[in-house]
C-alpha cells in the first residue's frame, strides 16, 4: 500500500528554518515526483513547489523562491522540504503528495497524500 508521512511541523520565530520530512511506503521515491502543497485557514491548498526524479525543484508559489527546497534521501525512501528565512505569511499545514506524471503545482493531478503537519510562524 502506498503511503506518506510527514513530519517536522511545528513553531518558529520568523527567520528561523525548518525541516520537513515526507517518508514514502510502497514505493521507491527516487523513481518518482513528489509535490509540497500548503493550506493556510481560510485560503485554498496551494502547490508550493515540487521535486523530480532527478532531483530538480521546481516552484509553484513565487513567494518561496530562494528560501524553500525540496531534496531526497534515497536511503531512507524520504523527501525533505527545507524552510528557512521562514516569514508568518508561510503558517500553513503542510503536505506532500505523489506521484504524478511530471512535476505540476496541481493538487487533483496527485492521488496519494500524507496526513498534513502544521508549520507555525509567529514570534
Known amino acids: 500500500q502506498l503511503q506518506l508521512v510527514e513530519s517536522g511541523g511545528g513553531l518558529v520565530q520568523p527567520g528561523g528554518s525548518l525541516r520537513l520530512s515526507c517518508a514514502a511506503s510502497?514505493?521507491?521515491?527516487?523513481?518518482?515526483?513528489i509535490g509540497w502543497f500548503r493550506q493556510a485557514p481560510g485560503k485554498e491548498r496551494e502547490g508550493v513547489l515540487c521535486?523530480?526524479?532527478?532531483?530538480?525543484?521546481?516552484y509553484y508559489a513565487d513567494s518561496v523562491k530562494g528560501r524553500f527546497t525540496a531534496s531526497r534521501d534515497n536511503a531512507k525512501n524520504t523527501v525533505y522540504l527545507q524552510m528557512n528565512s521562514l516569514k508568518p505569511e508561510d503558517t500553513a499545514v503542510y503536505y506532500c503528495?505523489?506521484?504524478?506524471?511530471?512535476?505540476?503545482?496541481?493538487?487533483?493531478?496527485?492521488?496519494?497524500w500524507g496526513q498534513g503537519t502544521q508549520v507555525t510562524v509567529s514570534s
Open positions: 503528495a505523489g506521484i504524478p506524471e511530471s512535476c505540476t503545482g496541481v493538487a487533483a493531478e496527485y492521488d496519494y
Open positions: 521535486i523530480s526524479s532527478g532531483g530538480g525543484n521546481t
Open positions: 510502497g514505493f521507491t521515491v527516487d523513481y518518482y515526483v
